[in-house]
């Protein structure tokens, strides 16, 4: 009896688990919640960041621009990207007539309809030179496009495509981009009258290089100036940006020298780009 009572009184306690285990599961609960809080915070911080960015340069730009403006920027664009100085003789040749206002008159509220805003800037003959279906020997050759539209990505190209759906009916707009597209099958598209064409710049040039896009027509060129998630351009992406100014240098610089040629920057550009027509001493 004193023996079994002994080892009663040595024998310890049986845990018992289920009192114990909540109080760890409490506290793995409570370090989840905190990591999931920590998490949805820095989330949180990063969405405001890009919203602040998005509204930083929202504030920095005007979304249509006049003559004036657009010449302003694209002459600091040209000599910047291009570590050059206009001459003086350059700089007078490049008039606000050389740009296009897109946006005028009953257009100019309108977002999303670039169709209406290049009828403006062709005045009465736009449906003539924009939806004439049938070539005329001496005056429309094939494969010369009299507007031409330039974005820095195919999916741009389309977007801008669609908005000139109105004016593509009679007569399909060329698709000038590499993605998706063989251009061999660009070339064959280019056999026929083509009033409108959208396109990237590398397979633009790359067109022009082989001679299946001509310029002859080419009156106004469209230069797509929206800006990505991350606030490039056309004028401003890398490669893409130098691509376009290899064809500009290339092919439109002395056209728009010599007024043969207008450019219209469609899109938000920034304000803050005010350029003044310095005119270098003479050498």
């Not at 820095?42 to 010449?71: D, F, G, M, P, Y």
């Not at 897109?102 to 169709?115: F, M, R, S, V, W």
């Not at 279906?133 to 009299?146: F, I, R, S, Y």
Request: proline share 4%; hydrophobic share 35%.
């Amino acid at each position: 009896m004193g023996a079994a009572t002994t080892a009663a009184a040595n024998k310890k306690p049986r845990k018992q688990p289920e009192q114990l285990r909540p109080k760890k599961s409490i506290r793995k609960t409570k370090t989840k919640d905190k990591k999931k809080k920590s998490s949805n915070n820095k989330i949180k911080n990063n969405e405001k960041k890009n919203e602040n960015a998005v509204t930083a340069r929202e504030s920095n730009v005007v979304q249509w621009a006049t003559a004036s403006q657009q010449l302003s920027f694209f002459i600091d664009q040209y000599q910047s990207a291009n570590r050059v100085q206009l001459s003086s003789l350059e700089l007078d040749s490049l008039k606000e007539t050389c740009m296009v206002e897109l946006c005028q008159g009953p257009a100019k509220n309108i977002t999303g309809n670039l169709d209406e805003c290049v009828k403006i800037a062709f005045g009465s003959s736009w449906k003539e030179v924009l939806c004439g279906k049938h070539l005329q020997e001496g005056q429309v050759d094939a494969g010369n496009p009299t507007l031409l539209v330039i974005s820095s990505s195919a999916l741009r190209s389309l977007e801008l495509l669609r908005e000139l759906r109105s004016l593509t009916k009679e007569c399909p707009a060329a698709k000038l981009f590499s993605k998706h597209m063989k251009i061999e099958e660009q070339v064959s598209i280019l056999k026929n009258r083509v009033n409108i064409a959208s396109g990237t710049p590398s397979r633009i040039k790359k067109l022009i290089d082989m001679e299946a896009l001509g310029l002859s027509r080419l009156a106004v060129i469209v230069l797509d100036m929206h800006m990505d998630v991350k606030g490039y351009s056309l004028l401003t992406l890398p490669q893409v940006r130098e691509e376009f100014w290899d064809l500009y240098r290339s092919y439109f610089h002395q056209s728009l020298l010599k007024g043969d040629l207008r450019l219209c920057l469609y899109g938000p550009i920034p304000t803050n780009s005010e350029v003044k027509k310095r005119k270098p001493n003479d050498a």
